[in-house]
Every structure is written in C-alpha cells, then in structure tokens.
C-alpha cells in the first residue's frame, strides 16, 4: 500500500496551486510549517470543502455533491464513497489528534495520524505509514501557531517544514462540508468499537445533507452533528454477518431525538459525558455477501428542520 501522507501531500499542492479560486489561503509559519485556512478567516467554499475532505481521506475516496430536499426545502448532499474504507476512514479522516494548548483549542484529521499510530485502529490494522512530508487537517476556529505546529513535528518525528495544517471552524462552508462527508466514518467506527473487524467491509457511501453555516460554533457544532444522526444515510457492502449491526445508527444511543445542541449544552460541553453511541448515521443498509441485508434507523426531518432553522 502506497502512503496515504504522500498521497494527500499532493492534493495539498493542489489546494496550494488553486488557493485563489477556492477561495483559500496559505501561510508559512515562522517554524517552517504551513498553514493553509479553509474556512477561518478565508471564505474557502463547497469546493474548498469537498477537496478538504478528500485530503483528510488521503484521496482514497471520491466526494461529490448533490441536490436533495429537507423538510421539503431544496438543500445540498454532501455524498461520499470508497472501497479502500479501513485506510480511507478510520486511518486517515477519523478526527481522533486533540490539540489542546494555553492559546489553542482543536481537532486533528487525517493522515499525520498514521505516522504516529499510537490509537486503536493502527494497532488492529497493523498499518503505520512512513513519508517525509505530513498533513493533519485541523478544525478549529483559530489559525494553528507555531506550538501547534513543533508538537505535530515532534509526534511525527519530522521537521515543522515538513508540516501542512489545512484549517477550518466548523461554522464555515467547508466545515458544513466535512461534517456531512462524515457520515461514512462514523459508521465505520461504530462498527469497530462494537468489535467488527473493519477489514470485512469492503465498500461504504454515506450521504448528509449540508447543515447552513453558523459562526456561532456552539450553533455550527449542533448541527453538523444533526445533520448526521437525523439526516445521514449509510450504504455498505460486508463480507461477514455480525449481531451487532443495530449499534451503527445514532438510534442505538440513549439520548437519541434530543439535538445535539442541547446534548452538549447539558453536558457542559463535555463530549465525553455523551453517549457515544447517539454519534452515528440516522440510516443504514448492510449487505451482506451471499447473506442477508439490513436497513437499520430512519431520518428524522423534523429535527433537521428545526436544528437548520427552516
């Protein structure tokens, strides 16, 4: 298998040489290190977005857009699907880095996480990825500083020139777009945390439609969310029959119908105090080869609409 850093390295030259038509901008740090905003102070875009999402996944699958209703109002898709799902969502687009510093609060996505490969999922695969170059997406609603910058280089054991940190808030065009091309991912996680060798899924496409942008990130957070466990569908192709396939969907958590505005608002915050379980597709279809199919939840269009403010 070829470097899923190498891989995404040269979708990040693509943003680069298009900066300008995506509406993105980038910087080098006094480290050497090089910021790219997406969605921060820049505009970035639908575009910007779905080439985001395609870096984070390590150009392992193909995102598209596409026209669809929510409560009966015209609203975009965001569709994802891929054959390599293992690599593509749990080693790469996962949002599995915290960066937590005195001037910085973020997430990590994407490839730098296999260079590293301390979590779960490395170990259970048995991929580690070596590559000179790195890219760690980077959700936050400020830039990365050079802090942020020199603890990638040093987890990755490479220089900070040798780092790329695509940005964006949430709140923000292309955080609506890589919140909905999550749905996917999700599935594949809840399927791993519930032990399923994630090695018998052979293909997944996931869909969400795209929640409106807020610059209230308290706000962006919720619905990005909703758009997942209240509007996102799931389709994926398995090798092995499992018991467990009911967890996948976001009705398998205890506080499901509460949006997630109000779920995080109750736990202060606190991610860690939600049911994990309730962060999932709304929908899913399980095929089985030489088996059975399964169709799992259902979408919730109230929650949608009142979550997107129809």
């Known amino acids: 298998m070829d470097s899923i850093n190498r891989m995404a390295i040269e979708l990040v030259d693509e943003a680069l040489d298009f900066a300008a038509e995506l509406g993105i901008e980038g910087h080098e740090l006094d480290s050497g290190a090089t910021v790219i905003d997406f969605g921060v102070d820049a505009d970035g875009g639908v575009e910007a977005g779905m080439l985001l999402t395609e870096i984070q996944t390590a150009g392992l699958a193909t995102v598209q857009t596409r026209m669809g209703e929510v409560a009966g109002t015209p609203r975009p898709h965001v569709e994802i699907s891929t054959d390599r799902p293992a690599l593509a969502l749990l080693c790469s687009q996962k949002a599995g880095w915290e960066l937590v510093f005195d001037d910085f609060d973020g997430l990590g996505s994407g490839p730098a996480r296999a260079l590293?490969?301390?979590?779960?999922?490395?170990?259970?695969?048995?991929?580690?990825?070596?590559?000179?170059?790195?890219?760690?997406?980077v959700e936050s609603i400020?830039?990365?500083?050079?802090?942020?910058?020199e603890h990638v280089a040093e987890m990755t054991d490479l220089e900070p020139s040798a780092i790329f940190l695509p940005t964006y808030a949430t709140g923000s065009l292309a955080g609506s777009v890589t919140g909905a091309a999550r749905t996917a991912e999700l599935a594949m996680f809840n399927l791993f945390e519930l032990g399923?060798?994630?090695?018998?899924?052979?293909?997944?496409?996931?869909?969400?439609?795209l929640a409106p942008v807020s610059y209230d990130e308290s706000v962006a957070m919720g619905r990005?969310?909703?758009?997942?466990?209240y509007g996102g569908q799931v389709h994926m192709t398995v090798r092995e029959d499992f018991d467990h396939f009911d967890g996948v969907v976001s009705s398998a958590g205890s506080e499901y119908s509460v949006p997630f505005v109000d779920l995080f608002e109750d736990a202060e915050w606190d991610f860690s105090e939600?049911?994990?379980?309730?962060?999932?597709?709304?929908?899913?279809?399980i095929d089985v080869i030489d088996g059975p199919a399964y169709t799992l939840g259902e979408t919730d269009e109230e929650i949608l609409a009142d979550s997107f403010d129809l």
Not at 120 to 137: I, K, P
Not at 197 to 208: E, K
Not at 224 to 229: E, I, K, L, Q
């Open 224 to 229: 990005t969310n909703d758009s997942v466990a």
């Open 142 to 149: 400020d830039l990365p500083t050079d802090e942020v910058a």
């Open 116 to 137: 590293v490969g301390e979590e779960a999922e490395f170990h259970e695969l048995g991929y580690y990825d070596e590559f000179d170059l790195t890219v760690l997406a």
């Open 274 to 285: 939600v049911d994990p379980n309730v962060f999932g597709p709304a929908q899913a279809t």
């Open 196 to 209: 399923y060798d994630p090695t018998n899924v052979v293909s997944i496409s996931g869909t969400a439609p």
